[in-house]
């Protein structure tokens, strides 16, 4: 079973009050279980969306799919009409498990309503059934469904347990979305697994983080920077065991300031929405800024040059970072195609990261292979899927969407134009409501440029990087 602290023929089952709290409300173990099973006993069979807000009703609703063995499909709560129709349709979701998102008609189950109690709670999930499909973009088209299994949850939550001795006298602290791995995934299932205390903060605020008192405490890079800048709260975060930091690459001076001022230098680990969490610095092992450590318990890496070659470990050289291990996800959701496009013919994950890796298997992440997908703010964007928005408005001729560096988000999204409309500044104003309306509010440019053409090659091929 994944969920395994709540397994109440585990032997090791016992109650554990405040096992869950977000913001001001907090669950026992033992009302967690007995809500989410009540809700399980009620759930067709097909895929059940979630609208996931940061509350308790999402935690139990997304229990509730995992123990009835219904994949779960959480949502953005800021998913836009175009985003919200795509993942609603390609999961083929019949219900949403607790509280509707507002733009979708589908049948919902409240969270609270005493179950039937029949068929699928008393079905107790393979490890090989789907547990979640999670979308996520890429570097065109509408964002794919990640399948990832009850197994590989285990088997990525497995090893960070052991990689940073994760135990249930732990407390995680952090207020991540619970639409992604990070918030969700590592933030709040892995908890449920390994029996350890989760406080949600709500929002990832620095001064929110201080007032928790956790051991562990997850932030994407914006997070660790802005708690960075509030001398405080970080000082506050001294009594933690480890700081974690993922989703994006942590700037070095944002590293060095939390390790002087938390007194212990971050954990840094990598991952993917497809792969779990593949890389990490160990809590009993060296941490140094910009490593992201070596590969966790069951996975394998390889650097792989454009020649086809493996590159030495010699920590300078970089290759196309290929993973392989028991966590990796099934294949994207209807997409055969992109499926094996992701794995090499012999069975290695190609991650689009570029990486080095030392001889004693420490990796640095150096880049992605490819300038169309954009982090901001921890969140993946496929530069591909705003231009697409874009181009469905009347005004724009062209378009081309690039990440421009940007000192809190990481990147940001902007938007170069080619258009014949003469009111540009309200322009660009109209095209940002439009993608925060259909794809979701974090995917709009923080900026558009108008231009009269796009730099192209001699093919008509846009030179992103001239743009960026
Ligand atoms: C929020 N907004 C963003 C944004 N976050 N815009 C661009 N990029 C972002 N990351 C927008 C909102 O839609 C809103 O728009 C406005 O900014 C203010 O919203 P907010 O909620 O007050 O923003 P803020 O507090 O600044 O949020 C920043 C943030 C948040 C860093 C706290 O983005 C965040 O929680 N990021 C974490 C993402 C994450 O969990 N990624 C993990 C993916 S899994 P408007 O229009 O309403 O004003 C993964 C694998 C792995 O990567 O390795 O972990
Ligand atoms: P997502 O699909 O949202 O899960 O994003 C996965 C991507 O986030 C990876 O392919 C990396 O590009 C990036 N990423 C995650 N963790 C790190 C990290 N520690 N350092 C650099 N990039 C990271």
Known sequence: MLLTSLDPAHPSATDLAAAITVGPDSMSRAQLYEAARALAGSLPAGPAAVHATPTPETIVAVTACLLAGVPVVPVPPDSGSAELHHILTDAEVTCWAGSPHPG???????????????????????????????????????????????????????????????????????????????????????????????????????????????????????????????????????????????????????????????????????????????????????????????????????????????????????????????????????????????????????????????????????????????KSGGYRIGAGEVETALLAHPSVHEVAVVGRADPDLGQRVVAYVVTEQQNRARLADTLISFVADTLSRHKRPREVVFVDDLPRNALGKVQKKQLQ
Do not use: C
């Open 104 to 374: 979708s008609d589908l049948p919902a189950i409240p969270v609270g309503r005493r179950g039937r109690g029949e068929a699928t709670t008393s079905i107790a999930p393979a490890d090989d059934d789907l547990a979640m499909i999670m979308y996520t973009s890429g570097t065109t088209g509408a964002p794919k469904g990640v399948r990832l299994s009850h197994r590989a949850l285990a088997a990525g939550v497995d090893a960070l347990a052991d990689a940073w001795r994760w135990t249930p006298d732990d407390t995680v602290v952090h207020g991540l979305p619970l639409f992604h791995l990070h918030g969700l995934v590592l933030g709040v299932l892995a908890s449920l697994r390994i029996g350890s205390r989760v406080v949600h903060t709500g929002k990832p605020r620095p001064e929110r983080y201080a007032a928790a008192a956790g051991t562990m405490y997850f932030a994407v890079p914006t997070v660790w920077s802005r708690i960075a800048d509030d001398e405080s709260s970080a000082r506050a975060l001294r009594r933690a065991r480890l700081l974690v930091s993922g989703s994006a690459p942590l700037p070095t001076p944002v590293f060095e300031r939390i390790a002087g001022l938390t007194g212990g230098a971050p954990i840094e680990r990598y991952g993917m929405s497809e792969t779990m969490i593949t890389l990490s610095t160990r809590a009993d092992g060296p941490r140094l800024p910009g490593s992201v450590g070596q590969a966790v318990r069951g996975v394998e890496t390889r650097l792989v040059a454009e020649s086809g070659q493996l590159v030495p470990d010699d920590g300078a050289s970089i290759g196309r970072l290929q993973v392989r291990g028991p966590m990796l996800f099934d294949g994207y959701l209807n997409r055969p195609e992109e499926t094996s496009a992701a794995w090499t013919d012999d069975g290695w994950f190609i991650t689009g990261d570029v990486a080095t890796r030392d001889a004693a298997g420490f990796h640095r992440i150096v880049g992605r292979e490819s300038v169309d997908l954009i």
